[in-house]
């Protein structure tokens, strides 16, 4: 009956006995779900060998196919309450916290270490500045939710809480979803995808030439030149390697992501598994400049003064907003060297289809948004 497996599981088909707020419960699979029955009787030895003679009785009904889908043949009955009577108690709810720890580690193999990192420790540390971490004051929370965090923030959260009380409730943790009915309306705002704010050609090579000179940032000149002349994503130059130049194209094929042991390499970009960009004579001599007489495959092509990877949130909060700064340039995001490089080849007529390509976007996304972008090169027509 507790036959287990070697890694110390429930063998299919058994049934095993749990200890859930101090009663006895059953708890086993059929038909690709999972199944638990509250026996109703308190964890005493004597309960316990009842409660084995329930999980016997089933594991030989799923044997012989005789298996009752509907649960009634095996829920308790007068004689399993004879030996120990009990009052019935209401059962009590665990604490949100506890319900999303648990969510937590079982959603951590199946999600990304820099998803893990940024959504389920930030939504942790929220959870712990609730006034209420009870279920049954699921409005108090909401409530903390919208008067505390931005409206985007919120509603990801209460999502997030949502999907935790869903997966409780299909682990039997729970009983009902209090959060399942509520919601948070957000304003429409953009993503950093869609917030195209580009720099002129002069803006750019001002910046690039500003970082040239500097005695504390000149270090990431070639990163900069490389973000604005080849509009990759950060998380995809930071990843490059030597081995991933060719005589032709730069094969981009991983990424640097936040992990809980910091910045870490994964396989695969934002939008798709790989993408090659053709060398330009500019992009070509960036690398040139850089190229180690002795080069080793495996080694990073742009990394931090200290050999690392170059943290791009690190960068972008001191490096690049300094030479913003020092250049007189309104502050705008680092990722605004994407958006330059796609909104020039549009200014060049370049067929969107080549450009999202070359950059890893859609041609709907670069007509939608980036047909007029650089108002400042742009000039009406002679209509006379």
């Known amino acids: 009956m507790y036959s287990k ?3 110390g599981k429930a063998s299919k088909g058994s049934v095993v006995i749990i200890s859930s707020n101090e009663r006895l419960q059953l708890r086993f699979g059929y038909g690709g779900k999972r199944h638990y029955i509250s026996t109703g ?15 016997s009785e089933i594991e030989k009904d799923i044997l012989y196919e005789r298996f009752d889908e509907t649960l009634q043949k095996y829920k308790p009955k007068t004689s399993l309450s004879t030996v120990t009577p009990i009052t019935p108690i209401q059962k009590s709810k665990p604490k949100l916290d506890e319900l999303w720890n648990k969510y937590s580690e079982f959603k951590k193999p199946q999600v990304s270490p820099s998803t893990y990192v940024k959504d389920f420790t930030k939504h942790r540390n929220h959870i712990a500045k609730f006034p209420t971490r009870s279920l049954n ?9 919208l008067n505390n965090l931005t ?11 949502k999907a935790c009380c869903n997966w409780a409730m299909e682990e039997g943790l729970i009983d009902t ?4 009915l509520m919601k948070i309306k957000q304003p429409k ?5 869609q917030d195209i704010k580009p720099f002129t050609k002069e803006e750019r090579d001002l910046i690039i030439r500003t970082f040239e000179g500097d005695r504390y940032y000149s270090h990431y000149t070639s990163y900069v030149r490389f973000l604005f002349f080849t509009g990759c994503r950060p998380s995809e130059a930071v990843a490059l390697k030597w081995q991933q130049v060719t005589n032709n194209v730069i094969q981009f094929r991983e990424s640097v992501v936040v992990s809980e042991d910091g910045l870490v390499l994964k396989e695969g970009l934002k939008t798709q598994r790989k993408r090659d960009f053709p060398i330009t004579s500019e992009v070509q001599t960036i690398l040139d400049e850089i190229r180690p007489e002795t080069v080793n495959p495996e080694s990073l092509i742009f990394t931090s003064p200290k050999g690392k990877f170059i943290d791009h949130h690190n960068f972008s909060s001191r490096a690049w907003k300094s030479i913003l700064a020092k250049c007189g340039i309104p502050y705008r995001k680092s990722y605004q060297t994407r958006h330059t490089f796609i909104s020039l080849c549009v200014e060049a007529h370049i067929n969107s289809t080549a450009i999202g390509r070359w950059t ?11 047909g007029a972008t650089n108002f400042t090169n742009l000039r009406p027509p002679d209509l006379s």
């Open 137 to 145: 004051e699921a409005s108090i929370i909401r409530d903390w939710l």
């Open 177 to 180: 979803n209090p959060f399942a």
């Open 5 to 7: 497996t070697p890694t």
């Open 189 to 193: 705002g953009v993503s950093e995808e």
């Open 360 to 370: 890893g976007t859609s041609a709907k996304m670069i007509d939608n948004h980036y």
């Open 41 to 55: 009787l308190a964890d005493t030895l004597n309960n316990r060998k009842l409660a084995e003679l329930k999980a």
């Open 151 to 161: 409206p985007d923030a919120a509603k990801r959260c209460l999502t997030q809480i």
